[in-house]
């Protein structure tokens, strides 16, 4: 495994890390509209019980996207923090470098992936 790794890449991936981060932002700004309880006429309405069952499933599973979305952006957060003060693609747990193959795949990636496997059982 190489020690260093180039400028090249982690440029590249704080690059990528920039853009998923403005998508994950965006997304929560739509998700935000379709959530029935961000209509203004929700309050109001006397709506029938299953109507407002529904409003609450819809409001509870968007939440709960908003939620990961927003777990991401801080993800993302740190990861670009950890580029510029040359930490970058250090696993937190073991402190080995995490191969550039899986940073690829996931630029926000905190964790090498044999830690990752530990850490979700
Ligand atoms: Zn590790």
Same mark, same amino acid.
Do not use: W
């Given at each position: 495994?190489? +020690?260093k790794?180039? &400028? +090249?890449? #982690?440029?590249?991936?704080?690059e990528?890390?920039? *853009? #998923?981060? &403005? +998508? /994950?932002?965006?997304?929560?700004e *739509?998700?935000k509209? !379709? !959530? ?5 006429? $929700? %309050? /109001?309405?006397n ?8 409003e609450?499933?819809? $409001? !509870?599973?968007?939440e709960?996207? @908003?939620?990961d979305? &927003?777990?991401?952006?801080?993800q @993302? ?5 950890k @580029? ?8 937190? /747990?073991?402190?080995? =470098?995490?191969? &550039? ?6 630029? =926000? %990636? %905190?964790?090498?992936l044999e830690? #990752?496997k530990r850490?979700?059982?």
């Amino acid at each position: 495994m190489d +020690k260093k790794r180039s &400028q +090249k890449f #982690e440029t590249l991936q704080k690059e990528r890390l920039l *853009e #998923e981060r &403005q +998508k /994950s932002l965006t997304q929560i700004e *739509e998700l935000k509209k !379709d !959530d029935p309880f961000a209509d203004p006429d $929700h %309050a /109001s309405d006397n709506a029938a019980i299953d109507t407002d069952v529904r409003e609450q499933v819809g $409001h !509870d599973t968007i939440e709960a996207q @908003i939620k990961d979305t &927003q777990k991401r952006v801080a993800q @993302i957060d740190v990861a670009l923090r950890k @580029i510029s003060k040359n930490q970058y693609g250090k696993c937190e /747990s073991c402190g080995e =470098e995490i191969p &550039q193959a899986r940073l690829k795949l996931i630029p =926000e %990636a %905190a964790n090498c992936l044999e830690c #990752e496997k530990r850490l979700r059982k």
